[in-house]
């Protein structure tokens, strides 16, 4: 059974920092590429970042580039999203997902979704 677990959102004054994890489990994590997404209220999802299965891949939506770093440590199953710098505008619900293709991933075609942490940021 696929599970993907958020966690590390909270509340932090603008210009702060939060690391988000996504644990992974019930597949072979070390071959799927990994992304985050979010969702701010009465907006839709929106992709954050990806990265893929080996690491050496990454991508990044223009508005979080520079501030954002998304990892992965795939002996631990596990995926971050270092986010410095934070905005009020970075106030979301943020998702994790997996997919064995890096554009599945960022365009959201999967059905391996975690359940989100909010992120809010305040000014």
């Known amino acids: 059974q696929v599970q993907l677990v958020e966690s590390g959102g909270g509340l932090v004054q603008a210009g702060g920092s939060l690391r988000l994890s996504c644990a992974a489990s019930?597949?072979?994590?070390?071959?799927?590429?990994m992304g985050w997404f979010r969702q701010a209220p009465g907006k839709e999802r929106e992709f954050v970042a990806v990265?893929?299965?080996?690491?050496?891949?990454?991508r990044y939506a223009d508005s979080v580039k520079g501030r954002f770093t998304i990892s992965r440590d795939n002996a631990k199953n596990l995926m971050y999203l270092q986010m410095n710098s934070l905005k009020p505008e970075d106030t979301a619900v943020y998702y994790c997902?997996?997919?064995?293709?890096?554009?599945?991933?960022?365009?959201?075609?999967?059905?391996?979704w975690g359940q989100g942490t909010q992120v809010t940021v305040s000014s």
């Open positions: 997902n997996a997919a064995p293709a890096l554009m599945s991933t960022m365009r959201g075609d999967t059905n391996y």
């Open positions: 019930g597949f072979t994590f070390s071959s799927y590429d």
């Open positions: 990265i893929g299965w080996s690491g050496g891949s990454t």
